[in-house]
């Protein structure tokens, strides 16, 4: 495979960049590749393929840190002088390191595969979903892929190079009783080429949000009070992904933290994992090096409910008097570095649980399939949240009635602490940059404002 390091203009720039008296240079290159397909009412709706690249130079001029971004080094002239405009306005910041060794950690990510092929699977995914009893409606019948490249060079073209990418589909059905109308979305990574086994996913999915979505119908109110409470692995992976900051090592450091002072102490239940995987198969996102060149690896968050580890950049570490865990990275191509994660998955240390176990144990309960508000009402300092929900009863061992318009309230670290039961049924979702994956959980009781 060829690099961006091999590029003229590439090498060009850093050049001109030396030759401006710039110092410890480092410029990064995101190269991205897209591809979406959307098919509906049989028809391909959407069809979508793109590439994209961005640049992002960091360096020193007159003793002060300086960056600049563009999407193409024509604009050469105009980001050096970008550069020595920014210099300074930055106040104190870490002067970008040297690269120690060229290194190469590409995989080769993008699936080549006809246009017609994937809208043919997509085809039978929408049919299958309207097969479905209540059935109405196919909102969304999608494929997306992408391939995304990170280079990071210095002033001498040493270089650090990975990537990342994956293959999702995702199904979005709406079921009409009269007058009452629900709509589910069911979502999972796939692989294509994998021909067989891409069918009968996307056949279990449609069939799934089929179900959901009549599960929705006629939804009624639900009386205040404590309930048994089965959190749907979408809900988990959607709270599990809005308290991500909380384990950021500056955040506890700034005491704006749910976890700050819980070091090495119960955060949750006693068979509670919760670990950061950049290697993971389960999520979307692969990682060998973070946007700062620091290899990534494997790290237990909470073990048997402990909270064991926080996450640090290159900043946070260097305040803390440690080395960087390998969390250094930028929202968006032209953002500051900040602390993210790659695959966040939640599971248990001992036995795990078929969703209709959890369901028979929690009768009278609430099996909850959606949350809203998680922005406005979930708050990462002290862990507190109030959240619109929707679901359904659980009754004689089975879920039953819609429920809607009820409000949910605790406190995360609680809310971990009081699971009983997880499941076997793991999902993921992105939560920004990040992937997070979870199973349904149930969990001993929350309070519910109601009727």
Known sequence: MTGVWEETNVRNFIRRLKEEGFEHIRLSVNSRKTLFLAVQCQKVKTYECGNSRMYAAEAVWDGEYCCASANSLDEGDEMICRLKETAGIFG????????????????????TIEKEEIAECLRYAEREALSCEKADFVE??????YEETITLLDEDLNYLADDDGD????????ARDGDSVSAATKLAVVDIKEREEFLRTVQDLARRAAKHARFGLHGEKLLSGSYPIVLENCVMAEFIGHYLPIFYAENIRQNSSALTGKEKKQ???????????????KGTRRRRIDDEGTPV????LIKEGVFEASLYNKKSAAEAGCKSTGNGFKPDA????????T???????????AIKEMIRASEGGVYIT?????????????????????????????????????TISGNICELWKDIEMIGDDPVYRMTGAACVVSPTVRVKSLMVSGE
């Open 267 to 281: 955060a949750g239940c006693r068979f509670l994992r919760i670990e950061e995987d950049p290697f993971s198969v």
């Open 343 to 353: 695959n966040v998955i939640l599971s248990s240390e001992k036995d795990v649980f």
């Open 140 to 145: 969304r019948c999608e494929y997306q892929q």
């Open 334 to 341: 032209t953002a500051d570095i900040g602390t993210g994660v």
């Open 297 to 300: 690896s494997e790290k237990i």
């Open 92 to 111: 104190s910041r870490e002067f970008p390191d040297k690269i120690r060794e060229s290194r190469d950690y590409r995989g080769q990510r993008w699936r």
């Open 167 to 174: 293959c999702t589909f995702t199904i979005r059905v709406s």
């Open 370 to 406: 959606k949350v809203e508000g998680m922005f406005a009402g979930a708050d990462t300092e002290s862990g507190d949240f109030s959240l619109l929900a929707s679901g359904n009863r659980i009754e004689n061992g089975q879920v039953c009635t819609a429920v809607c318009q009820f």
